[in-house]
């Protein structure tokens, strides 16, 4: 059973920024592509940004693109999200996923996913 732990939010100011690190707790972390997603109060949970098993190619929303960055250390077993020029309407509660099978992260639909961590609460204030 893989375990995802994520960790990294909090409050920041308009314009600030936080890094959140997801770790996992097995080594077949490397076989996947992983991704961060986020779910605000009373919407459903969106594709934020998706990572090869490599971490040689990435993907992001338009709404986070230039703003967000997306890595991962397949030594560490974790994946990392870098935040930049926030926003309040980047309030929420944030989660990394692993995919069932996809290698690419092309694939960027969250049922696809099959193992979640708790998320990490991320609180813009403008």
């Known amino acids: 059973q893989v375990q995802l732990v994520e960790s990294g939010g909090g409050l920041v100011q308009a314009g600030g920024s936080l890094r959140l690190a997801c770790a996992a707790s097995?080594?077949?972390?490397?076989?996947?592509?992983m991704g961060w997603f986020r779910q605000a109060p009373g919407k459903e949970r969106e594709f934020v940004a998706t990572?090869?098993?490599?971490?040689?190619?990435?993907y992001y929303s338009d709404s986070v693109h230039g703003r967000f960055f997306i890595s991962r250390d397949n030594v560490k077993n974790t994946v990392y999200l870098q935040m930049n020029s926030l926003k309040p309407e980047d309030t929420a509660v944030y989660y990394c996923?692993?995919?069932?099978?996809?290698?690419?992260?092309?694939?960027?639909?969250?049922?696809?996913?099959?193992?979640w961590g708790q998320g990490t609460q991320v609180t813009v204030s403008s």
């Open positions: 097995e080594g077949t972390f490397t076989n996947y592509a």
């Open positions: 990572i090869n098993w490599s971490g040689g190619v990435t």
């Open positions: 996923g692993r995919h069932k099978y996809d290698t690419t992260g092309y694939r960027q639909r969250p049922d696809e996913y099959n193992y």
